[in-house]
């Protein structure tokens, strides 16, 4: 069995550079605002999501592949486990805190936090985590940040329709986001 490492200080450091890159709330110079997916039911989108690809970020530097994120429904929020495998075979592991956009009565529009909870009273504690596509019945995501710095295409199953990812890939190039730069996530058979 592989060991799980949980590395507190840099998901604090993780999440403060999130923030630090993804806290405006505006699109780009001469880009439009960027829009979410309507109607996002919550309680539909929780559970368990694989990563199919990804734009890089120093966060996940050390993620190599397996990268799966655990949403869980709270009555102040969602609890959220992100955890990959690194290139020695053990898997890391950062556990964060999900809320409403405080500006934002869309459920698309979310924010999380790293950071331990004494500290959430800071904004810059707090990221965009904007669902900007939901396909199927809840089976594929298309999850980013208004600045378009960060993207992320998810899904239920570790192994995903390819047609599928490409599509919310387009739709993201469609939206702005520089999908030259992503790559792939490589993900065990399930």
Request: charged share 25%.
């Amino acid at each position: 069995m592989k060991s799980v490492s949980s590395r507190p200080w840099a998901a604090g450091l993780a999440a403060a550079a999130l923030v630090l890159l993804a806290g405006c709330s505006s699109g780009p110079a001469g880009k439009a605002l960027l829009g979410t997916q309507k109607n996002v039911d919550l309680a539909r989108y929780v559970g368990l999501w694989y990563e199919q690809a990804r734009l890089p970020n120093r966060f996940q530097d050390q993620c190599v592949g397996d990268v799966q994120a655990m949403y869980e429904l709270m009555e102040q929020g969602l609890r959220v486990t992100n955890r990959c495998r690194t290139a020695s075979g053990q898997f890391d592991e950062a556990k964060a805190f999900g809320r409403l956009a405080p500006d934002a009565e869309d459920p698309a529009r979310l924010q999380v936090r790293f950071a331990p909870q004494w500290m959430s009273w800071l904004p810059w504690v707090w990221g965009d985590y904007w669902i900007l596509r939901v396909d199927g019945d809840y089976d594929y995501a298309l999850v980013g940040t208004p600045d378009r710095e960060y993207l992320w295409v998810l899904s239920r199953k570790p192994q995903a329709d390819e047609a599928r990812i490409q599509s919310l890939l387009d739709y993201a190039a469609s939206q702005g986001f520089d999908i030259a730069k992503v790559r792939r996530t490589p993900q065990s058979p399930g």
